[in-house]
């Protein structure tokens, strides 16, 4: 009696299930890339927009002649971020605050920074157009 395989041949029964787990392998990790690398892009974003935050909230301390730096850091810690830098550049009417902010990435994906950074510029300049 000889046995009939349906499909093809009797060497290669099998064969589809090692393919199939090895295919679901790379979409799951291709995914697992994919949100990582969306979580890192929404956290560039929120940082940047802390940034602004802070230097306009350090601007706003300077033009009321408070000191610029503190209450950016104060403000920093709200949004937590950390300020790294923090300059006043020009007198009381004429002025620029510059402040660099970072966060850490609580984890780590090859090839990208394991902090965020963000640099913001706010003051009152007259005369600029």
Same mark, same amino acid.
């Given at each position: 009696?000889?046995? #009939?395989? /349906?499909?093809?041949?009797? !060497?290669e029964m099998g064969v589809a &299930?090692?393919?199939?787990?090895?295919?679901?392998?790379?979409? @799951? &990790? %291709? *995914? $697992?890339?994919?949100? %990582? =690398?969306?979580?890192?892009? *929404?956290?560039? #974003?929120? @940082?940047?927009?802390?940034?602004? %935050?802070? $230097?306009?909230?350090?601007?706003?301390? +300077?033009?009321?002649?408070?000191? *610029? /730096?503190d209450e950016a850091r104060r403000? =920093?810690?709200?949004?937590? @971020?950390?300020?790294?830098? /923090?300059?006043? &550049? !020009?007198?009381?009417?004429?002025?620029?605050?510059?402040?660099?902010?970072? +966060?850490?990435?609580?984890? #780590?994906?090859?090839? %990208?920074?394991?902090? @965020?950074? *963000?640099?913001?510029? $706010? !003051?009152?300049? &007259? !005369?600029?157009?």
């Amino acid at each position: 009696m000889v046995r #009939r395989v /349906c499909g093809g041949v009797r !060497g290669e029964m099998g064969v589809a &299930t090692p393919l199939v787990a090895l295919t679901v392998m790379g979409l @799951v &990790t %291709l *995914a $697992a890339v994919g949100v %990582l =690398a969306l979580a890192y892009s *929404a956290t560039a #974003r929120s @940082v940047r927009a802390a940034a602004d %935050l802070v $230097a306009v909230s350090g601007a706003q301390a +300077h033009a009321r002649g408070g000191d *610029a /730096c503190d209450e950016a850091r104060r403000i =920093a810690g709200r949004n937590q @971020v950390e300020v790294s830098e /923090c300059a006043v &550049t !020009g007198d009381l009417i004429d002025f620029v605050v510059e402040v660099r902010v970072y +966060h850490g990435v609580g984890w #780590r994906l090859l090839g %990208l920074p394991d902090k @965020v950074a *963000a640099t913001a510029y $706010a !003051g009152n300049v &007259t !005369g600029a157009p």
